[in-house]
């Protein structure tokens, strides 16, 4: 299946090339993580609830779009009818 982000108000960070957006009092973030020996090369995501707590990616994405759209969905109202997991 494959996804795609809801929130066309995703914005570009200058300084560290991240990508955030707000949703629902979540804040979203997703940054790339260079290809490193022995690693993968991709973007993962962090949402961050309106208590502070952070959830994030538990898997290295290949296209931006489908790390933002699983970000999007861990800040939906319902969170649980969705796929997404809580990574500590």
């Known amino acids: 299946m494959l996804k795609h982000p809801t929130v066309s108000a995703w914005q570009r960070d200058h300084e560290d090339g ?3 957006a707000e949703m629902n009092g979540w804040t979203l973030r ?3 993580i260079p ?3 022995g690693d993968l090369r991709g973007f993962v995501w962090e949402a961050v609830d309106p208590s502070g707590n952070k ?3 538990s898997e290295i994405h290949e ?3 489908v790390a933002m759209a699983y970000a999007e969905e861990r800040a939906a109202p319902d969170p649980k009818k969705h796929g997404s997991k809580t990574v500590d």
């Open 35 to 37: 290809e490193r020996p």
């Open 55 to 57: 959830v994030t990616s």
């Open 18 to 20: 991240a990508y955030t």
């Open 30 to 32: 997703v940054r790339w």
């Open 63 to 65: 296209e931006i779009e």
